[in-house]
């Protein structure tokens, strides 16, 4: 699922420059709620960036420290640098399969717990601010989730164990994670940085779904 909605958000004043940005600002709170409303029904949004240090230049206009909407519709969101610490407080991912966020400026998703019946797939790589995960003890399809160089994550939630479906873990470059991480045993692919991790139970055997080479 790879589609990729320009026209609205271009419409929306998004854009490489921040030329975008300036001219946002200019609208007045009924053209505001008028483009939230045509991204009303969007079902899939990738927003990528293509230069080579990974930045996204979506341009934000200055004080703007929360995003105010996203469709409650999607079913795949990808967005390369999402330059916000959370998820707007109304929206309601109930439809989402798959949540793609490399290298965020997320310190923690939402509050609470969300109906998550339908995620397979969360990527959070590379997100530095990243201090908590969001409570996801209800995705119980959830399937892979990429946690790679979240450097300022501190521990792997206990009902990671309860998430049966659960096959791939990556925790690589997590140097603040100490505790191995509570797992199912139906666990695939578990990647650990090995020096952060203090050490290693013995209930690791119990892990018999996990290859080894």
Known sequence: MTEIVQSKWKKAGWSNNGGGAR???????????????????????????????????????????????????????????????????SFRPQYLVELNLPYSKVNKLWKGSLHLGSLKKIDLGYSENLIMLPILSKARKLERIYLDYCSSLQEVPSYFQDLHELKTLFLEGCSSVREFPKVSKCIECLVLSRPSIEQVPSTIQDLSCISRS
């Open 23 to 89: 001219w946002l600002r200019t609208l007045g709170p009924e053209e505001q709620r008028g483009i939230g409303l045509g991204l009303a029904r969007v079902r899939l949004l990738k927003i990528f960036c293509c230069d080579e240090l990974n930045k996204c230049k979506v341009g934000i206009p200055p004080g703007d420290d929360d995003l105010q909407f996203l469709p409650d519709l999607l079913v795949y969101l990808h967005w390369d640098g999402y330059p916000w610490k959370s998820f707007p407080s």
